[in-house]
Structure formats: C-alpha cells, structure tokens
C-alpha cells in the first residue's frame, strides 16, 4: 500500500488493486509521509523504509529523464 495523502489524523492510501481506504495514523508505526510504502503486520501497519526509499529513487529517476528529454 502507498500512502497518497495525510488528512489530518488519517492516511489516505492506495492498494495494489487501485482502490482507497482510510488508515487511522494511530495505527502506523513509524513516521508516515506522502508517498510512503505501507505493510500490514498482526494488524497494524508498519512504513517500509526500503521500499519507500525505492519508489523514491525510482520516482526521482524518472522525472530526470522527463525532464531531461532522454
């Protein structure tokens, strides 16, 4: 699951298959941002560092070579 949005004391996040639900922030563990890769474990959910920082440069990757015109 990714994070797409913070709205107030929920995260608005985004599954696998494209659909939206809503995590209250008291059940994440970690510090929770846009953009950020979410794993459900015994209930709560937990930030995945790695795949976070993944999608990241994968993200940023991309915009360089759109904007770079390559």
Do not use: N
């Not at 639900?21 to 995945?48: F, M």
């Amino acid at each position: 699951m990714i994070i797409d949005r913070i709205e107030g004391a929920v995260a608005v996040v985004e599954t696998a298959k494209g659909e939206y639900h809503d995590i209250p922030l008291r059940d994440i563990d970690g510090d929770a941002h846009d953009g950020d890769v979410l794993v459900e474990r015994g209930g709560r959910y937990v930030v995945d560092e790695d795949s976070a920082a993944a999608r990241r440069r994968r993200l940023d990757d991309r915009r360089r070579r759109l904007f770079s015109g390559s």
